[in-house]
């Protein structure tokens, strides 16, 4: 069964324009039960509105601007969010806003366990997209439809401008560390567990804002990282660079060989191999600690030496 949202549009800080690519884009994860969209519409300013709702059989809820300064349209959609809620006639909720105003009521909403999906302007602030389980930019969604109608450039010319999107770095190492983890428990990394964690780290992250359709065709972009795929199950692994990967090997063992019988302390030899491969980290090679990693080479060994570890080389293979 198909989850029910209750979809609600803050008229005040959305355009119209986006009305179609919202509903769209909503209908992917349930049915849209609940349509309301809030502002006055005495005033000029929600004018664009007006045609679309009909055609969609959104209801408008009418709000006065008592006072001057005081957005009274933010208080309308949050009394009625929490009616909505105390029925339990939804799943979900869909906030259509770029108003951190919000930030507060997307987070009440999850902790009754309901999902929250947020869309907004690129202007929308961090907290709001914090706040939600999903954060949709609104500019992407139109973006989508421009590419599929052919003519996309006025389109890739504002996604430009998106300064809100996670740095595509952060997003490999949070995927090297999801694979790393798995690893660790002997489990392979699904594509699709691959995108649900990276949302639930970050609400807000959409391949359309890297201009990619697919994650899969994002995530080959990164070179430390390999998409595999068997029948209808594609996992993410790491890439090893082999040749790399032998050279450091060949490199611990020529300094602990170096160091004799009483072996090297593991502290200094993990700075020797940093300042000659800049780039190692062990978690590339799905290791969580240099120990691990050390004690993985053959004819290496590890010695207690209080509370430090020494390696020590050894013609025996453990």
Not at 172 to 182: L, M, S
Not at 244 to 271: A, C, D, F, M, R
Not at 289 to 316: N, P, W
Request: some cysteine.
């Amino acid at each position: 069964m198909e989850k029910r949202f209750a979809m609600l549009i803050d008229a005040d800080n959305v355009s119209a324009k986006y009305i179609i690519p919202i509903m769209d884009e909503l209908s992917k994860y349930g049915n849209i039960t609940y349509k309301r969209i809030y502002g006055d519409w005495t005033s000029t300013q929600n004018s664009s509105w007006k045609e679309e709702l009909l055609k969609n059989s959104i209801s408008p809820i009418q709000q006065f601007s008592y006072t001057q300064g005081k957005n009274a349209t933010d208080s309308a959609m949050i009394i009625d969010a929490m009616d909505i809620l105390y029925t339990n006639n939804v799943e979900g909720f869909c906030i259509v806003s770029s108003d951190s105003d919000f930030t507060r009521l997307a987070s009440r909403l999850r902790e009754t366990g309901l999902m929250v999906i947020g869309m907004g302007e690129k202007k929308t602030p961090k907290a709001f997209r914090k706040a939600c389980d999903i954060f949709t930019v609104l500019e992407l969604l139109v973006e989508e439809n421009t590419q599929s109608s052919g003519n996309n450039k006025e389109a890739k010319e504002e996604n430009k401008q998106e300064t809100n999107i996670v740095d595509k770095k952060v997003i490999e190492e949070a995927i090297i560390k999801i694979i790393t983890e798995n690893q660790n428990s002997d489990r392979e990394t699904g594509l699709a567990e691959v995108g649900n964690r990276l949302v639930k780290l970050y609400p807000d992250f959409d391949v359309r804002s890297y201009g990619y359709s697919l994650l899969s065709k994002f995530l080959e972009e990164f070179t430390k990282l390999r998409i595999i795929k068997n029948g209808n199950f594609v996992s993410v692994t790491l890439y090893e660079d082999l040749s790399t990967k032998e050279k450091i090997k060949q490199y611990i063992l020529q300094k602990v060989k170096e160091s004799g019988k009483e072996g090297i302390l593991l502290g200094p030899l993990g700075n020797k191999v940093h300042s000659k491969y800049s780039d190692f980290k062990v978690s590339d090679y799905g290791y969580s600690q240099f120990k691990q990693y050390v004690q993985s080479i053959d004819h290496i060994v590890l010695k207690e030496e209080g509370k430090t570890l020494r390696a020590v080389y050894s013609f025996e293979i453990f």
